[in-house]
């Protein structure tokens, strides 16, 4: 038996405890109130410390584990969901630090040096996860750092990080559209409740009516509602998503390409060759050859993966 964080908060999150300081630092646990499908005006610098199943940003549907780094941009959606038993707390599974464009932009205007790190916020409207593991090791270090100290020691420690995460050339782009592209507030807070369903319910099958009926909404509303706020049509996301779930059970090496199809949410066997050759650029087969091969390189990324590197 497993529990989900379900996302029925409202999705702006307005952090109104700057209190004067540069930068916000937060951690938490899981479940936790924050544990939800969100935006908001400030960069967000997320390290997982523990637990591992889905990660959303913008449109992306991917993975994360224990010791996975993130960088979202303003107002980019984004969402990090557990997989957990029923009864379990696990007591620090986020480690993260807020900023803001404002504060980067005003201190450059004195602090020169700073306009180094613009490449790589602007990198962020999309999402951005590090995939070095040498820089992720030293990233957790400072992040404790951050954790550990005030004042202009903590702001020290917290550009340090940002110039090592600017230096990393091993990193993936996440979403395809940026904030721009989705929906207002109120059009997020409402899919909410959509994404929630569709993640408890995508390993069967699921059609758009059946989401637009549990929202009480029109098929043809709801799909109008749903691309605005995720980027993606239902049947693309749903489509994702399960491929992604797919990605999990092959890196495991354990079961069959077939059973995996079908435990994944696919109806037939041909559907999901295409499906994931389109996505991921190869057959499950090799998907899953080159993930075994990965556990011993960790820092070569998968070639179906978006990768791209600093310029």
């Known amino acids: ?23 916000i630092y937060r951690q938490h646990g899981f479940p936790c109130p924050l544990v939800r499908w969100h935006f908001h005006k400030e960069y967000e610098l997320h ?4 637990s591992s199943r889905k990660v959303f940003v913008g449109d992306y549907i991917g993975n994360f584990y224990p010791e996975t780094l993130f960088l979202t941009g303003p107002n980019l959606p984004h969402n990090w969901i557990s997989q957990v038993g029923e009864d379990e707390v696990v007591p620090l599974r986020d480690m993260l630090v807020n900023f803001t464009d404002e504060m980067l932009e005003n201190a450059s205007t004195v602090f020169t040096e700073l306009k180094a790190l613009t490449p790589m916020l602007e990198r962020a409207q999309y999402g951005i996860e590090f995939r070095c593991a040498k820089t992720i090791r030293r990233a957790v270090d400072l992040m404790q750092a951050i954790a550990d100290a005030t004042g202009t020691t903590r702001l020290g420690h917290f550009l340090i990080l940002l110039q090592l995460l600017a230096d990393c050339d091993d990193y993936q782009l996440l979403s395809g559209v940026t904030a721009g592209h989705l929906a207002d507030e109120q059009t997020i807070d409402r ?36 691309k605005q706020a995720t980027g993606r049509c239902f049947i693309e996301f749903v489509n994702r998503l399960r491929i992604s779930k797919s990605c999990e059970l092959l890196a495991d090496g354990e079961k069959a390409v077939t059973d995996v199809c ?22 499950p087969s090799h998907y899953r050859r080159l993930a075994v091969q990965r556990l011993t390189e960790q820092n070569q ?9 600093a310029k």
Request: glycine share 6%.
């Open 1 to 23: 038996m497993t529990r989900l964080a379900r996302a029925t908060d409202p999705s702006y999150e307005l952090m109104d405890d700057h209190n004067g300081l540069s930068i």
């Open 47 to 50: 390290l997982i410390m523990a």
């Open 191 to 226: 899919t909410n409740r959509a994404v929630d369903y569709i993640f408890t319910h995508y390993a069967r099958e699921l059609t758009l009516e059946e989401v637009a009926a549990y929202m009480g909404m029109k098929p043809t509303y709801f799909s109008r509602v749903f």
């Open 262 to 283: 079908f435990e994944s949410g696919f109806n037939n066997i041909s559907n999901f060759n295409r499906r994931f050759q389109q996505l991921k650029g190869m057959t």
């Open 301 to 309: 990324p998968l070639p179906g993966e978006r990768q791209r590197s």
